[in-house]
């Protein structure tokens, strides 16, 4: 393992290193006005919700790493405490990264990148007619993290409005995140986009009482075949299986053909137990394997 030191290194190297490595990051898409009532448009990846009572979500328009300078979205909520977070999608990544060109303050992003202001509802700021969830805003709080180049300036800000196309909506009216097609930020020029094979779902443990992978015997957590997503699956089963069940289990067509074509050489045995749990568990069958992984486990202490 490499360590960085952020004490020894220079701020770009240190932002190379850690925006390379915190993502894929959302992005917020950022439609602000000045006092003037001039718009701006810019992207910004360090950005997330972080509250629903109240509904809070932070970005940050940093002072520039190279010149310290800070930006015009940071300026303008300063002026006018208000912004629209737009989300980015597929469909829009060439026009937004055209509208997070550092052009001259006062100059209109939406013109520039081409995408369509629409009057927003309860704050000054346009939405951006192209984004599928365009979300109000009311500033809460700007905290300046630091005065130095690539010092963070936290926009703290309350959500009054969210507006979302009806096309990404499921039959309950909720957002269906499928349907979104987002993209997220990664290191360098590097992108992700969040649709079709790259989406996968994962049950929450929320209100369960999973075994746990402690409670796995020893020749399972530190299995070389196993994988740890393999060892995650066993360890949310929520019961373990019992002893007259691994018992029956000794009988079994599975248990029988390893056992016997493997007779006698405990190490083959539990090597090919192994790999039948990992395709079982790859098929779902997860207390099966754990049935398998446990009835091996015990003829090998027997054995050896
Ligand atoms: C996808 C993307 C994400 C970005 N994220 C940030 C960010 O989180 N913070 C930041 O200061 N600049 C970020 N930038 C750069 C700003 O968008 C850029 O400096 C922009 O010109 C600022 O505009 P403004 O001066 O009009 O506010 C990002 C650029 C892109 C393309």
Known sequence: MSTIDPSNIPPQILHRNLLGAIVPRPIAFASTIDSFGHANLSPFSCFNVFG???????FSPSRSGQTNEVKDTYLNVIEVPEVVINVVTYSMVEQMNLASTEFPRGINEFYKSGFTPVPSEKIKPFRVKESPVQIECKVQQVIETGDGAGAANLVICEVLLI?????????TGMIDTRKLDLVGRMGGDYYVRASGRALFALEKPSGKSPIGVDSLPENIRMSTILTGNDIGRLGSLNSRPTAPEIEKYFTSADFRKISSTHSGNAGKILEEAHKLAHTMIAGNEIFKALL???????????EM
């Open 52 to 58: 629903v009572n109240p509904s809070t979500l932070i």
């Open 163 to 171: 507006h979302a196309n009806d096309n990404i909506l499921d039959k």
């Open 292 to 302: 398998l992984l446990l009835a091996v486990s015990n003829l090998a202490n027997t």
